[in-house]
């Protein structure tokens, strides 16, 4: 008898916790439902910015489309650390290899509608 009402106890308890758990989940989804709009709406219009306006976006590719300047630069480091221990021999390697690279590209597109301005 006593252990049916201490599984019982037990129990409810479990379930209290995850009723607790459930619920401050919840509350912190519904406190960042503010921050989630912000935030969504703040990278739509970084992305339409770099979209840029696109009222008179007609361009012309001319032929002159050339690569302006190249960079590119390989790093490499390889290290490799041996121990003993209790008659066993561990070999640890850390290798890392860094490429960076950066081109600036003409590709020739001019802008059909040039403005005047007086």
Do not use: C, P, W
């Amino acid at each position: 008898m006593l252990r049916r009402s201490f599984k019982k106890a037990e129990n409810a308890q479990i379930l209290l916790e995850y009723m607790i758990v459930i619920s401050a989940v919840a509350m912190i989804l519904i406190t960042m439902n503010t921050m989630l709009k912000r935030g969504i709406q703040a990278m739509v219009k970084v992305t339409a910015m770099q979209i840029g306006n696109q009222v008179e976006a007609d361009q012309e590719f001319g032929k002159a489309g050339h690569l302006e300047s190249s960079y590119i630069s390989t790093r490499a480091r390889m290290d490799k650390t041996r121990s003993e221990l209790f008659g066993v021999t561990n070999f640890i390697y850390d290798d890392q290899v860094i490429k960076d690279s950066n081109s600036v590209t003409n590709l020739g597109f001019t802008n059909l509608y040039e403005y005047v301005t007086d």
